[in-house]
């Protein structure tokens, strides 16, 4: 298992694409309402990471990150499968799942 500061600044960062893929978001017209919904309960879920990694609970955090981290693999599909889509914010949903993923399969 990964240090907990390590899991940490490696959350933050995840925190940070979330709240730019949130952001454009809302900028962007036409979004499907799967995507929309994905990117809506990933930004949800960031806190109950968060109060995972506070309580340094090693399989509470993997549990909520295995979470998040599906939600990442749908948001993709999502993206992949609207043709309206900024490449701005595909490449944000995309970091989004990189950083997801990374980060699970790091945890376990």
Same mark, same amino acid.
């Given at each position: 298992?990964?240090?907990?500061?390590?899991? #940490?600044?490696?959350?933050? #960062?995840?925190?940070?694409?979330?709240?730019?893929?949130?952001?454009? +978001?809302?900028?962007?017209?036409?979004?499907?309402?799967?995507?929309?919904? +994905?990117?809506?309960?990933?930004?949800?879920?960031?806190?109950?990471?968060?109060?995972?990694?506070?309580?340094?609970?090693?399989?509470?955090?993997?549990?909520?990150?295995?979470?998040?981290?599906?939600?990442?693999?749908?948001?993709?599909?999502?993206?992949?499968?609207?043709?309206?889509?900024?490449?701005?914010?595909?490449?944000?949903?995309?970091?989004?799942?990189?950083?997801?993923?990374?980060?699970?399969?790091?945890?376990?």
């Amino acid at each position: 298992m990964m240090q907990a500061k390590e899991v #940490a600044r490696r959350f933050g #960062a995840i925190e940070h694409a979330i709240g730019q893929a949130a952001q454009l +978001c809302g900028k962007q017209q036409g979004m499907p309402m799967d995507l929309k919904d +994905c990117i809506n309960q990933l930004d949800q879920q960031k806190s109950a990471v968060r109060q995972a990694i506070d309580t340094q609970d090693d399989a509470r955090i993997r549990q909520a990150v295995d979470q998040m981290e599906s939600l990442g693999d749908r948001a993709k599909r999502a993206c992949g499968t609207a043709s309206s889509l900024t490449p701005e914010m595909k490449s944000a949903v995309q970091k989004v799942h990189d950083e997801l993923s990374d980060l699970k399969h790091q945890l376990h």
